[in-house]
Structure formats: C-alpha cells, structure tokens
C-alpha cells in the first residue's frame, strides 16, 4: 500500500481528508537475542516492510480506527484494553494515545486508518511499527517534537502497560531510528546507539518464515525474564554492583555454577554470551570480516537452542540446512517458531533456497515464506495536509 492507496481508503471511510500520514517499519535482528530487556545490546536494522497509517482529528472527543488489512473498524470514547479476539489490533493506537496522555498531550478525538504490508505472527514487529507510527503522526498533529529515542520509550510502555506485553525496547527503537543500509548498535541500558554500514554491496539478508509461532511465546517469554533475574540475584550476593546481566560476563557466570540452578546458570550464560556476540559482531563488520559475523550468527542461534531453550524444531531446521550456503543464519525474535534470518551472498543461487524449501515441505508439511529484506530508514512523516501542522 502507498500513501495515495491509504489517502483514498481514509477519504472515502470518513469523508474527509486526512491531516497526515506516516509510515514505520518493521525490523530485522542481526545479533543480541533476549539481550534488550537484560540492559544490553542489539544490532537490529529496519527493513522495508512497513505500516502506514492515516489520521485526523474529530471534533466528538471519539477514536474512530479502521485496519485496511483486515477491513475491521473499531470505535470507542474510552481507552480500555479491547477484549474482543477480532479487535487485538485496536490495543496498539489506543495504547499509544493513552501513553500520550499520561505525558499530558492529548490529541483529542481522532480518525485513523492503518494500511501496510508487515506480514503478521512472523516476528517483524509489526505492533512496535503500528505504534510507533501513530506516536509519530499524533505527536507531529500536535506540533509535539518529542525525541526519537523518547518516543521509542513511550511506545515500548505503551505495549507494557496497555497491550501488557513485556517485550523491551529494541523493536520500537529500531522503527523509529534505523537507517538505510545501516545496522543500529543498541545500548539498552543508555540508549546510545552507533550505525554501522551493513555490506550490501556483497551480501543480502533474507528471512525464512517458518510458518510456525507457538502459543508457549508469551508465557515462556516472561519466565525467562524472570530467570534472569533470579540469576541476577544470585550473582549480586558475590557482586552487588550487578544490576542486570549486562553487568556479568560469562566468566561470571561461570564462577556461580556450582550455586545456581541448571536453567538459570544457562540463561545467564546465554545473555552474558550474547552481549560478547553483538560487539564481536560490530568489530567484524567494521574489519570487512562478514564471514566471521556469520559465524556468530550460528553460534547465537545454538545459545538459543541449548542455553536459552526457545527454539523450535522447525527453526532448527532451515538453519542447519543453511550451513555451508549462508554465512550466517539463526532464528530471530522472541522465539518458540517466527523466522530464520539469514546472510547471504548476493552471488547465492535463489535454488539453494528452493532446496531448502522443498526440504522443508518434505519434513514438515509446512509451507515456509521466503521474506528478502532491504535495510531501510526508520519511520517518517510521509506528507501534512494541514498547513497549521509541521
Ligand atoms: C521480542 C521482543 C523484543 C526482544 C526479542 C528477543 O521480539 O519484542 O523486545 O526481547 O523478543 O530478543
């Protein structure tokens, strides 16, 4: 959908024009897994895939929302969590307003359509993207330059506190500050961040949807927020100083593992391990040894697996079938299905993936959906129709 698509769905839904529209995409995670709400580090990048949405103002103090996508419309004068099954989607604008609110800007009564192409339930972001695209927009309506990082802030409690979903702050971080072919180091604790340039004049990024995405998510998201926290509390009795695991390092780790259960010993390791990766990986990059990121690619995806235990054995799959074609391949987001994220050469026949794709079918009876990324800028104001705002 372009902007002109969208501009025509909001006039003829509300018989008016907009007042803005913008858009903010989806994200891609090269490296540092479970990593952001552990205060450490990220290297995500923002891709082409996208929201869009259109909004105005209404004089009747109403939200009027209208999904394109799912040709669903939602109405309320209350910012209540929407209950609903059908209405899920309605949770990102009205958790958006309503974190505005508690900042004391309120925009009033507003109209909105979302449009996009993120594709759903494969881990792109699609949520941190939609609201992030109507903090932008409302904030903009609203002659508000609140920073970017800040609004990144907002969206992620929006998500907390409204939807309820404990993620941290890479996504939202990411759609709204990436840049084009340029990953983005993320210091989750400072929020300092550096780009780095992605070498997109010899390699690709390519995701394999898995077509997988267990229910188990959500619920073995949080538990292992929680061991790492028991493991941070293990370790602050040696090391008070330890406020999170972004303060341990694997040698920490270690030296606790007569004293910490299984599973917390390996979480805490996984993360301390983790956060090593994503500098190595920076350094990599910044030497031009892309085959060496590669490598902590799959070493990433095998702390996921045995350290970490949110692999599926679907995801497991398409990366060991990658091994010896991709330079780097591991499966990305929170976890239990979503996609695989892989590095290729640009120079890699499109029927390596084919093989892999049959193979797929062959073992699972699943479809997987091939996904070709392109790093791309991070949300913007696509046009104001109202000379007053800007
Ligand atoms: C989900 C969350 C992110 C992050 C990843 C795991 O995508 O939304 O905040 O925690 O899982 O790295």
Not at 36 to 45: I, K, M, Q, R, S
Request: charged fraction near 20%; proline fraction near 4%; include cysteine.
């Amino acid at each position: 959908m372009d902007k002109e698509a969208i501009f025509d769905i909001f006039y003829s839904y509300f018989g008016t024009n907009p007042e803005i529209i913008a858009r903010a995409p989806g994200r891609v995670n090269l490296i540092g897994e479970h990593t952001d709400y552990n205060e450490g580090f990220v290297l995500p990048a923002a891709i082409g895939q996208s929201v869009l949405v259109a909004a105005g103002r209404n004089e009747t103090g109403e939200y009027h929302f209208y999904a394109a996508e799912y040709d669903s419309s939602f109405s309320t004068r209350e910012l209540k969590t929407a209950v609903a099954p059908r209405d899920w989607w309605a949770n990102y604008p009205m958790g958006a307003i309503s974190e505005l609110k508690r900042e004391g800007l309120d925009p009033g009564g507003i109209n909105l359509v979302i449009g996009g192409s993120i594709p759903q339930g494969a881990g792109l972001s699609s949520s941190a993207a939609l609201i992030s695209a109507v903090l932008l927009a409302l904030t903009e309506l609203m002659n508000q330059g609140l920073s970017r990082p800040g609004m990144a802030r907002l969206a992620q409690r929006a998500e907390n506190n409204f939807v309820g979903t404990q993620c941290g702050i890479m996504d939202m971080f990411a759609s709204l500050m990436g840049r084009h072919d340029h990953v983005l180091r993320l210091d989750c604790r400072s929020l300092e961040y550096t780009y780095s340039p992605f070498p997109g004049d010899e390699y690709r990024l390519v995701l394999f949807d898995s077509r997988v995405q267990h229910q188990l998510v959500s619920s073995e998201y949080n538990t292992r927020r929680k061991e790492c926290e028991t493991g941070v509390g293990i370790l602050q009795k040696k090391y008070p100083e330890i406020r999170s695991l972004r303060d341990a390092t694997p040698a920490t780790v270690y030296e606790h593992a007569d004293v910490m259960p299984d599973n917390i010993f390996r979480r805490c390791l996984f993360v301390t391990e983790e956060n090593e990766r994503v500098n190595a990986f920076c350094r990599a990059l910044e030497t031009g040894n892309t085959e060496m990121a590669g490598a902590l690619m799959y070493q990433s995806h095998a702390g996921l697996q045995d350290l970490y235990e949110v692999c599926v054995e679907e995801t497991s799959f398409l990366v060991d079938s990658m091994r010896g074609i991709a330079a780097g391949s591991r499966q990305m987001g929170g976890g239990f299905g979503g996609c695989t994220i892989n590095l290729l050469k640009i120079s890699t026949p499109d029927n390596e993936i084919e093989r892999v794709k049959s193979a797929y079918f062959a073992r699972f009876g699943l479809h997987m959906r091939v996904l070709p990324v392109k790093i791309s800028d991070g949300a913007q104001i696509l046009q104001i129709f109202n000379e007053n705002v800007g």
